[in-house]
């Protein structure tokens, strides 16, 4: 049988996991949409880029997309 130590570990453990995988997500997420808003605007014949604002001045960035 498992100490109560150890699965208070493997708890612990499993969810700092399921952290770390759904804040890759969220960046795999925001970097596809990313790149489709430029595919976008490269079809429809704008000129721009999409970028993260970083006007904030030592702030954490919002995550917003700018067309530059």
Partial sequence: MMSKARLKLLKREVKELRRARSDQLLRD??????????????????????????DHHGQQPQGTVSIV
């Fill in 29 to 54: 997420g925001v970097a596809v949409a990313r790149r489709t808003v430029e595919r976008l605007m490269a079809a429809m014949g704008l000129r721009g880029s999409a970028r993260q604002d970083d």
